[in-house]
């Protein structure tokens, strides 16, 4: 919008700015408030470009491994960055589940790309930018009408993890 010539006044209702992206520090430990992942880097990059600006001119994106640590009443368990490792990682919870992990990755993978081509990069100036036949057919087999959880259990069969 400033970009347009508008003025623009950013109102953020916690004490520091950053929404989602924001820090909790809090008796000598640092948490996430949001995402931990970088999802979409294709957005923050075409952003940046609207400015003649990189990404790479304000930041430096470094991997971890473990990408991150889930807490459980009796430890921890570490999930790792390699791919092969993560399965191992599934397989040792349950046998068989790292092949459903694998298709339930294939179909995100359409989901994003669909979504990204099809919606997140319209203008969003009407609800007719999404009415072509392609977005239309795409919205039944990306799921959008069914929660997270209804189809991991319906990819799994049963419910999540046993």
Do not use: C
């Not at 970009?3 to 430990?29: H, S, Y």
């Not at 990682?89 to 359409?110: C, I, T």
Request: no cysteine; glycine share 8%.
């Amino acid at each position: 919008m400033a970009k347009a010539g508008w003025q623009v006044t950013v109102i953020e209702k916690n004490d520091t700015p950053g929404g989602r992206a924001r820090q909790l520090k809090e008796n000598g430990f640092t948490f996430d408030m949001g995402p931990s992942f970088y999802w979409m880097p294709e957005v923050f990059e075409r952003y940046f470009a609207q400015f003649g600006k990189q990404v790479a001119d304000y930041y430096t994106l470094q991997r971890l491994d473990p990408s991150y640590r889930i807490y459980w009443n009796n430890g921890f368990t570490d999930i790792p960055a390699d791919f092969e490792e993560l399965k191992k990682v599934f397989e040792s919870f349950e046998p068989g589940s790292s092949a459903k992990l694998e298709k339930y990755l294939r179909e995100a993978a359409y989901k994003y790309e669909v979504g990204m081509s099809k919606m997140v990069f319209k203008p969003g100036l009407s609800v007719t930018e999404l009415l072509d036949w392609p977005t239309i057919k795409g919205l039944f087999k990306l799921d959008v009408f069914t929660s997270i959880k209804k189809h991991i259990q319906k990819l799994k069969g049963k419910t999540i993890f046993g």
